[in-house]
């Protein structure tokens, strides 16, 4: 009762919640931050990365938010109250105690992440795709388990969890399930038609 109480206080006192699509790298979270902007929410971005064969949509992504764990003045996050911030999931932990969040959590087989990832380093050129398949994917789990235990655990954290492949094959319920998350403000037929599965790729069995 005192923690459901703490959550309706918070986002009083500190302003608009900040919303964070976050996840495992590949797994949906530029596919969401374009439904959301399509919406009616204000991405928080510096379009610095270039929509390119891996991402032919954007990436919408946020430069600096790479150095959260680093940096000591995180008061530039103020600005992105009311707005859509992409983070990935290690970094969750990192974002300050100031604002209030509600967190998308973007979820994907691992297979399918591990392959796109492969495929993105290899056309990339940077670096070595012979990792053991099996050590990154516990690795992964790992980090999913820590994100969620975070976003749980804390008074100004709400979260939702997306299925990749349920917002492929079902966008009309995932963009519902959203807009009931983020208050029923948004705009669901430009959400739904904000997802394109020809931009599903790798597929596993």
Known sequence: ???ALRRRLFP???GPPIVVVSGLPRSGTSMMMRMLEAGGIAILTDAERAADIDNPKGYF???RIKDLEKETDKSYLREGRGK???AISFLLKHLPD???YRVIFMRRDLDEVLDSQEKMIARLAQGDTSA???AMKEAYRNDIVR???HCRGRVNFELVEVHYRAAIDDPATVA???NDFLGGHLDEAAMRAAVDASLYRNRSD
Do not use: G, I, P, S
């Open 12 to 14: 009083a006192r500190n």
């Open 98 to 100: 100031e604002n209030d």
């Open 1 to 3: 009762m005192l923690d």
């Open 61 to 63: 992504e946020f430069e």
């Open 84 to 86: 859509a911030l992409k």
């Open 132 to 134: 053991d398949r099996e």
């Open 176 to 178: 519902r399930l959203v």
């Open 147 to 149: 994100a969620r235990l």
